[in-house]
C-alpha cells in the first residue's frame, strides 16, 4: 500500500526565521520531491524578504488570513484571504504583511528544492549571522535564486 502522508495542527518541521515563521507541512519525501509546501506565519507590519527571483522552482501562495502586499518588480497588490498567487520562475517577487493581525498564506515549491533553503537560513540565524543580502546571497546561490529589483526578461 502507499503511505499517506498526514500533518495535524502542531504537527510539522517548525522554522523561524527572524519574526517570521514557516511551518513544514511537506518537504518533497512524499512526492518524489515534486512538491514543498509551508504554512507561513507573518506578524503585523513586518517586511518580506528582499526582492528575488528562482530559476528551478515555482512557488504558490494561498492567503489564508490577513493581509498581504506582494510586489512583483515595481508592481505591488494588497491581496487578503482566499487569493492565490503563483509565481513563475524569473519573476522577481517579494511579500510583506502592511495589516495589524498576523498574515497566513499556505505555500508551495514545485519541486520541493526550496524546503532545505529554510533549514539553511534557520542555520545561519542561529549561528549569530545576520539576515542581510550579503549573508543571504550565498544561500540563495545554492538554490538558484537571485536578488532583484527589476522585472525578469
Keep these: ?3 499517506v502522508s498526514i500533518v495535524g495542527p502542531g504537527e510539522g518541521e517548525l522554522i523561524a526565521n527572524g519574526p517570521s515563521q514557516i511551518r513544514i507541512l511537506e518537504d518533497g519525501s512524499n512526492t518524489a520531491h515534486r ?3 509551508g504554512e507561513v506565519v507573518i506578524p503585523p ?3 518580506g524578504p528582499p526582492q528575488h527571483r528562482h530559476a528551478q522552482h515555482d512557488e504558490g501562495f494561498f492567503v489564508i488570513s490577513g493581509d498581504v502586499r ?3 518588480g515595481e508592481d505591488s497588490r494588497d491581496v ?3 487569493t492565490w498567487v503563483t509565481v513563475p520562475p524569473g519573476a522577481p517577487h517579494t511579500f510583506a504583511n502592511p495589516g495589524d493581525e498576523p498574515a497566513v498564506m499556505l505555500t508551495t515549491f ?3 528544492l526550496y524546503v532545505q533553503y529554510f ?3 534557520k542555520a545561519m540565524v542561529e549561528s549569530g549571522q545576520p539576515m542581510n543580502r550579503e549573508t543571504m546571497a550565498p544561500i540563495w546561490k545554492n ?3 537571485e536578488p532583484s529589483t527589476e522585472f525578469a526578461p
Excluded: N
Aim: glycine share 12%; charged share 15%; aromatic share 8%.
Design 1 to 3: 500500500m502507499v503511505k
Design 35 to 37: 512538491l514543498g509546501i
Design 45 to 47: 507590519h513586518t517586511p
Design 70 to 72: 506582494f510586489t512583483i
Design 80 to 82: 487578503g484571504p482566499g
Design 110 to 112: 514545485t519541486p520541493d
Design 119 to 121: 533549514r539553511d537560513l
Design 143 to 145: 538554490y538558484a535564486t
